[in-house]
């Protein structure tokens, strides 16, 4: 015992004991501490969550507000949803009224409702571009949460990527049940479309050169001729049947440098009026141009195997300079032009494809 305890009338155990207690207390203490600290984290993490959902959906709505959704996008999305409908009922149709039996009339049905497909997700594109909803959801790929809120709302951008989801299955589906050169192709093709699909939104963030972008539009077209030439000519090997399409190689180029126009563009920027090419916007469109030129000039020389395909590749090169003002005019939404554009090129390709050449 020293002088102080001894002045404080402290004994050693007296000394154990308070000591034996405050330890206690200060564990008490420390649980206590302990339990609210592990509350605390639990409600922060959870606030985190909740905040990390939100902004998510705020980036999500500042993005989404990139698209405006007017009336006319709602139309869109309409008809854009009926031509989804009719897809699904031609394939029905196709299926039960063939002359084929079970399976055989099965796939019959799919390669309708897939080509249909196929070429309105072309089509989603390019509302996707034309209404500026290029990156309405981020570069958040392939879904976001409430990706089919955002359909049901209108999102052009949140549609593109259910149907190519739907394009996906039963491009699976019809590998399955009747492997071949168009459904092979067709898989691996949409396969490699969805992954360039990632990079056309860094295209559009400007992290990633516009050759992706155009990549993923000449895979698009790819994927619609596999299931349209396996539907008009089944058992044609596709790749020697599109080697042998003299008509479809410009035109196919013109779509790649069409998406190139699109991406080195970039997201909501002017391609600009030139006399002169100065950029590489401006000779990304001269270049088009100059492919959509050879497609006329191929068709007119190959006349009189494609009339229809030609007179409609003259209207495009109309079609083509329009879309050209609008897109310096209104750079952030040039509007329904983009999709007729593409709705032609789409057209011209049906065309080649059905004329027989005589
Ligand atoms: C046979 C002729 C043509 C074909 C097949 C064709 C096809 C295409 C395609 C597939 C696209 C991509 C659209 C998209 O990304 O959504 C495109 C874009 C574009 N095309 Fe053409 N095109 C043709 C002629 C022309 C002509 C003559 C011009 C005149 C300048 C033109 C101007 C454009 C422009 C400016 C874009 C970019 C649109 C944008 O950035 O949103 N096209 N074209």
Same mark, same amino acid.
């Not at 991406?263 to 590489?280: H, N, S, T, V």
């Given at each position: 015992?020293?002088?102080?305890?001894?002045?404080?009338?402290?004994?050693?155990?007296?000394?154990?004991?308070?000591?034996?207690?405050?330890?206690?207390?200060?564990?008490?203490?420390?649980?206590?501490?302990?339990?609210?600290?592990?509350?605390?984290?639990?409600?922060?993490?959870?606030?985190?969550?909740?905040?990390?959902?939100?902004?998510?959906?705020?980036?999500?709505?500042?993005?989404?507000?990139?698209?405006?959704?007017?009336?006319?996008?709602?139309?869109?999305?309409?008809?854009?949803?009926?031509?989804?409908?009719?897809?699904?009922?031609?394939?029905?149709?196709?299926?039960?009224?063939?002359?084929?039996?079970?399976?055989?009339?099965?796939?019959?049905?799919?390669?309708?409702?897939?080509?249909?497909?196929?070429?309105?997700?072309?089509?989603?594109?390019?509302?996707?571009?034309?209404?500026?909803?290029?990156?309405?959801?981020?570069?958040?790929?392939?879904?976001?949460?409430?990706? %089919?809120?955002?359909?049901?709302?209108?999102?052009?951008?949140?549609?593109?990527?259910?149907?190519?989801?739907?394009?996906?299955?039963?491009?699976?589906?019809?590998?399955?049940?009747?492997?071949?050169?168009?459904?092979?192709?067709?898989?691996?093709? %949409?396969?490699?479309?969805?992954?360039?699909?990632?990079?056309?939104?860094?295209?559009?963030?400007?992290?990633?050169?516009?050759?992706?972008?155009?990549?993923?539009?000449?895979?698009?077209?790819?994927?619609?001729?596999?299931?349209?030439?396996?539907?008009?000519?089944?058992?044609?090997?596709?790749?020697?049947?599109?080697?042998?399409?003299?008509?479809?190689?410009?035109?196919?180029?013109?779509?790649?440098?069409?998406?190139?126009?699109?991406?080195?563009?970039?997201?909501?920027?002017?391609?600009?009026?030139?006399?002169?090419?100065?950029?590489?916007?401006?000779?990304?469109?001269?270049?088009?141009?100059?492919?959509?030129?050879?497609?006329?000039?191929?068709?007119?020389?190959?006349?009189?195997?494609?009339?229809?395909?030609?007179?409609?590749?003259?209207?495009?090169?109309?079609?083509?300079?329009?879309?050209?003002?609008?897109?310096?005019?209104?750079?952030?939404?040039?509007?329904?032009?983009?999709?007729?554009?593409?709705?032609?090129?789409?057209?011209?390709?049906?065309?080649?494809?059905?004329?027989?050449?005589?």
């Amino acid at each position: 015992m020293n002088k102080a305890e001894e002045s404080a009338g402290l004994s050693t155990g007296d000394y154990l004991a308070g000591w034996q207690r405050g330890k206690a207390e200060w564990c008490v203490d420390a649980n206590r501490w302990k339990s609210t600290l592990m509350k605390e984290m639990a409600s922060r993490s959870v606030s985190e969550q909740k905040n990390s959902a939100l902004s998510a959906s705020a980036g999500t709505t500042s993005l989404a507000a990139e698209g405006e959704m007017t009336r006319t996008v709602r139309v869109i999305g309409l008809v854009m949803a009926g031509l989804v409908a009719g897809a699904l009922l031609a394939g029905l149709w196709k299926a039960s009224t063939g002359v084929q039996p079970g399976t055989a009339a099965l796939v019959g049905g799919l390669f309708l409702t897939e080509v249909i497909l196929a070429g309105v997700l072309i089509l989603l594109g390019s509302i996707v571009e034309g209404y500026g909803y290029g990156l309405s959801l981020g570069t958040r790929w392939p879904y976001t949460r409430n990706i %089919v809120v955002l359909m049901v709302r209108g999102d052009p951008e949140a549609a593109h990527r259910v149907v190519a989801t739907l394009v996906g299955l039963i491009a699976l589906a019809l590998a399955i049940l009747a492997p071949g050169s168009a459904t092979l192709s067709g898989l691996a093709l %949409v396969v490699i479309t969805a992954l360039f699909g990632i990079g056309t939104l860094h295209v559009l963030a400007g992290r990633v050169p516009a050759f992706v972008h155009g990549t993923h539009g000449l895979l698009a077209y790819g994927v619609f001729l596999s299931y349209l030439t396996g539907l008009a000519f089944p058992g044609i090997p596709f790749w020697s049947y599109l080697g042998a399409m003299a008509a479809l190689h410009p035109l196919l180029l013109a779509v790649f440098l069409g998406g190139m126009t699109t991406g080195q563009r970039g997201f909501g920027q002017p391609i600009g009026a030139f006399y002169r090419p100065q950029r590489l916007a401006h000779w990304t469109v001269a270049a088009h141009v100059l492919a959509a030129l050879s497609v006329v000039a191929t068709l007119g020389w190959l006349m009189p195997a494609y009339p229809l395909a030609f007179y409609l590749a003259v209207a495009q090169v109309a079609v083509g300079f329009l879309l050209f003002h609008a897109v310096n005019l209104k750079p952030k939404n040039p509007g329904i032009i983009v999709a007729f554009h593409q709705c032609m090129a789409l057209l011209i390709t049906t065309a080649i494809i059905l004329s027989l050449p005589r």
